[in-house]
């Protein structure tokens, strides 16, 4: 079954995470918005070192259910994803929640 995903979705939920894309202030990481089209998942990776250890993390995972809806599987952070999917006109029967 073909998944149904509203490319102006997937696009409003890079657009967020990419405002938190790029170099952290305190540490030496950085965020990387990617996007997995075949799991229709987009994420927020931290990527880099801290101390002396690789960090890899996954703070932000935004999935696209079979009917269209955007899931917040994750947030770890300090950005309201659904208040600003809200400011873009997305409607909030469209968010959901896992």
């Excluded at 509203?6 to 950085?30: C, H, M």
């Excluded at 229709?40 to 809806?69: H, M, Y």
């Amino acid at each position: 079954m073909a998944m149904i995903v509203k490319t102006d979705y997937t696009d409003a939920v890079k657009n967020i995470l990419r405002t938190v894309e790029g170099p952290l202030s305190v540490q030496p990481l950085f965020n990387v918005v990617i996007h997995n089209p075949k799991t229709n998942r987009v994420s927020l990776l931290t990527v880099g070192e801290d101390n002396g250890e690789d960090v890899f993390e996954k703070p932000i995972i935004i999935a696209f259910t079979e009917a269209g809806k955007i899931c917040i599987e994750k947030n770890n952070t300090d950005l309201n994803v659904k208040g600003e999917l809200l400011k873009q006109g997305v409607p909030e029967e469209d968010i959901v929640r896992k």
